[in-house]
């Protein structure tokens, strides 16, 4: 069974592909099409998005993570998708009773490629989950230093290396294409593609889940 978990990066997209037979791989590909296929993937990037309003798994995410909740957007909606601007689509989304951050405008373009590439019964195997989420359940906590901080980047190397990772081997296989930042993610994020694949892993979802116009579950998995 190979897991992966995988994080956007200025690359492109940065995997931390893992088969329980051989050392944990990093794959970094210009597009999602480009990377290598798994039999399960943990991905930061929604999956679901509403055509007005907040996802409910991102507004439980911001509770779960108390002050570190701004590191979850609960602003993005499918009729964003339409805006050639920026200007325009914070206008939008006021008129809709939210803004949209800079951050969550830059995004838009991979969770596009993401909505594009994906279809419903693909979430057997391409589930969303959060960086933040999956250290959370790691350390019991969630982690309050910032992952590009020296403390915070250490922590989460801490945390991984207790869970089997071996961070220096997987750093040696990164290029300028993606930061430290987006490994950690990526390999964190391995560990709960694993958790969902033995079915350990929990779901921030509604009952029963709510789905967007394209049936895709809007859901968070850590």
Known sequence: MIVAGIDGCRGGWIMVRRDGRRAPT???????????????VAVD????????GARGCDLDARRLLGPKRSSVFTGLRRPL?????????????????AGLSKQAWFLLPKIREIDDA????DQA??????????????AGAP????????????????????????????????DRRAAADDLIDAAVLSLVAARMVRDTA????SDPPRMDARGLRMEIWY
């Open 143 to 174: 982690v309050m230093d910032g992952k590009r901080t020296p403390g915070g980047e250490g922590r989460r190397i801490a945390l991984l290396q207790e869970a089997g990772l071996d961070v220096a081997a997987l750093r040696a296989q990164l």
């Open 26 to 40: 990093v794959h970094i590909a210009a597009r999602w099409s480009d990377l290598p296929p798994a039999d399960m």
């Open 118 to 121: 994906i279809a419903p019964a």
């Open 202 to 205: 929990t779901c921030l979802t």
């Open 45 to 52: 990037m929604p999956i679901g998005l509403p055509e007005t």
């Open 125 to 138: 195997r391409v589930r969303e989950t959060h960086p933040e989420l999956a250290f959370m359940r790691l």
């Open 81 to 97: 998708f339409g805006f050639a601007d920026y200007p325009s689509a914070n206008a939008w989304g006021k008129s809709d009773g």
